[in-house]
């Protein structure tokens, strides 16, 4: 089985700061590991993903991600903030041969003016 | 290209009635998936057709809940009686295969109250 740890469940930033939202994952298979996405009164988006390859993984808005398969984590990064990024961030993991997603708690970031 | 619909985005009802909450999927995509988040827990896996077939259905809490999809075309979840931990919001998402992007639509926020 799979799961999902999301280490802050708020993460307060300047705008125009750099962001970190931590994830750390837990799998005995492969695993495809993703970033979701969820503004105000809006579905879920894909930010980005990893499937393989480069660990760097580079998604929409200029988020990226790096994972780190030693640590077990997949850390979302932005280097500069825009007040339009507040929004609640999954992490998210699915099994190489499951289509089942497995979510983390989510992290609400807010960004103070 | 219309993405997924959800509907209703939101419904209130009284323990012990009966809701019907359906998805429209993508167009073309087969694989269609439900998931509900619990208010301060994660997003949690219900089940997975594949056209009109049950592929995985592990993530049910119980009987109360039914889904269909006939046809392999939209989907229903019905729960009937709705209890009070019956409360969150319901996700619908679909794919076009396996191991592909699944978008999600806005969700319906179901209260029993």
Not at chain 1, 8 to 28: G, I, K, T, W
Not at chain 1, 48 to 72: C, D, H, P, R, W
Not at chain 2, 68 to 95: H, I, M, N, W
Request: hydrophobic share 35%.
């Amino acid at each position: 089985a799979q799961s999902v740890t999301q280490l802050d469940s708020q993460v307060p930033v300047f705008e125009e700061a750099p962001v970190e939202l931590r994830c750390n994952y837990s799998s005995s298979v492969s695993v495809y590991l993703f970033w979701y996405v969820q503004y105000p009164n809006q579905g879920l988006q894909l930010l980005l993903k990893y499937l393989s390859g480069s660990t760097l993984v580079k998604g929409i808005n200029g988020f990226e991600a790096e994972f780190n398969k030693s640590q077990t984590s997949f850390h979302l990064r932005k280097p500069s903030v825009h007040i339009s990024d507040t929004a609640e961030y999954f992490c998210a993991v699915s099994a190489v041969r499951d289509d089942k997603i497995i979510f983390g708690k989510g992290t609400r970031l807010h960004i103070l003016p | 290209e219309a993405g997924v619909t959800q509907f209703p985005s939101h419904s209130v009802i009284e323990k012990g009635q009966t809701v019907t909450l359906r998805c429209d999927p993508i167009s073309g995509h087969d694989n269609l998936y439900w998931y509900r988040r619990v208010m301060g827990k994660e997003i949690k896996f219900l089940l997975h057709f594949v056209k009109e077939s049950k592929q995985d259905e592990s993530g049910m809490p119980n009987n109360r809940f039914l889904a269909e999809r006939t046809g392999g075309t939209y989907s229903t979840l019905k729960v009937q009686p709705a209890e009070l931990e019956d409360s969150g919001v319901y996700f619908c998402a679909s794919s076009k295969g396996r191991n592909t992007e699944a978008f999600f639509g806005q969700g319906t926020r179901l209260t029993v109250v």
